[in-house]
């Protein structure tokens, strides 16, 4: 309270000049916990009225709240970055403002945020510089053609994923630019695949593969290559889709990817359940959730939790899939996630 009324009492000039020495003191403090002080720092400068340096924070922030599943508060962040470089045009340039949006995106998507979701992964495209289609048909005759050359490709043996040794120096900035495209691209398949939009998906799942294979093997390309093999699956060509979905696999292990590994897992999990093929359904969705166990993964556990429940119930497993909705409706609540909230209503309601 004393605290709190001295500060109320003070100008706020005088407050600007404590926050900003406040500031570049902690800025150079070798001991302060990298956990938080990004965050802190963040603060001191918002109110001391340096945009310059808010921005810099802001972004180092919502990166270790991405990685730590603090959606929220990543979220709060990344809109500050977007409010300053609005007011502040010289701060930003496009490509930090596409990668602010799709890191958006992934935290509507940690949330549960559809619409959310699709809006910023569409603004990052915009960002871009990347035209959305304005007719689905011609788009997916497109993807569909462009898919189509890519497997007689890989049948002939004549196309391969470049390696990161391979890739041309000085490329960095365009290589980053085709990452974070490929990345806009996966957010809108996803959506997509919730919002019951088939024609899209194979559009934004092609666009994907193709951005991501410029710039190497990536965690975006194995999710790309995973999602093909979900939409692969639901077209009714499921040893195609198989294939792709453990290639996937395969690629995410080959790098060392965890997080990547985890997700090609809980999609081909996904495939499995909707083929019937329960226990290797099982098996690959055990491994996902052993990695987000590992990584403190809430969302992807539960996707993975989901399909555990789908397994069980088809096979009668009562006793088994209510307590498999229970666990899923804890980590949902846990993580503020409202979609997979639903799913778990939806799966104690069965």
């Not at 990344?78 to 799709?102: F, H, I, K, N, S």
């Not at 951005?211 to 999602?227: I, N, V, W, Y």
């Amino acid at each position: 309270l004393v605290r709190s009324v001295t500060y109320e009492l003070m100008l706020g000039q005088q407050r600007r000049a404590l926050h900003l020495a406040a500031g570049r003191a902690l800025e150079g403090d070798p001991s302060l916990d990298a956990g938080w002080s990004e965050a802190l720092l963040t603060r001191h400068f918002e109110r001391a009225g340096d945009a310059a340096r808010t921005l810099l924070h802001a972004d180092r922030a919502a990166k270790q709240a991405l990685e730590l599943g603090a959606f929220r508060e990543a979220r709060e962040l990344l809109t500050t970055c977007v409010t300053l470089a609005d007011r502040q045009t010289e701060l930003a340039g496009p490509d930090d403002r596409m990668r602010w949006q799709v890191e958006l995106a992934i935290a509507a998507a940690g949330l549960g945020d559809l619409g959310g979701r699709r809006a910023h992964a569409e603004q990052a495209l915009v960002h871009g510089g990347i035209r959305l289609p304005t007719s689905d048909a011609g788009a997916v005759a497109t993807a569909l053609v462009r898919l189509g050359q890519r497997a007689v490709m890989h049948g002939l043996g004549f196309h391969h994923v470049p390696r990161a040794g391979d890739l041309p120096r000085g490329a960095g900035p365009e290589l980053a630019r085709h990452r974070e495209i490929a990345s806009a691209y996966r957010q809108l398949a996803v959506v997509a695949y919730f919002a019951s939009e088939p024609l899209r998906i194979v559009h934004h799942v092609e666009r994907a593969i193709r951005f991501a294979e410029r710039s190497g093997p990536s965690p975006d390309l194995t999710g790309a290559m995973s999602e093909l093999g979900a939409w692969l699956g639901l077209a009714g060509m499921p040893e195609t889709a198989d294939r792709y979905l453990t290639r996937a696999i395969a690629l995410a292990e080959d790098m060392q990817h965890l997080p990547a590994t985890a997700y090609s897992n809980m999609v081909r999990g996904l495939f499995l359940v909707g083929r019937g093929t329960f226990d290797e359904a099982l098996a690959v969705t055990a491994r996902c959730q052993e990695i987000c166990v590992a990584l403190g993964d809430r969302v992807n556990w539960a996707n993975a939790q989901v399909m555990r429940f789908w397994v069980h119930h088809y096979r009668g497993e009562d006793d088994t899939a209510l307590a498999d909705a229970r666990a899923l409706r804890a980590k949902a609540e846990e993580s503020g996630n409202v979609q997979q909230s639903a799913w778990a209503e939806r799966c104690l309601s069965l």
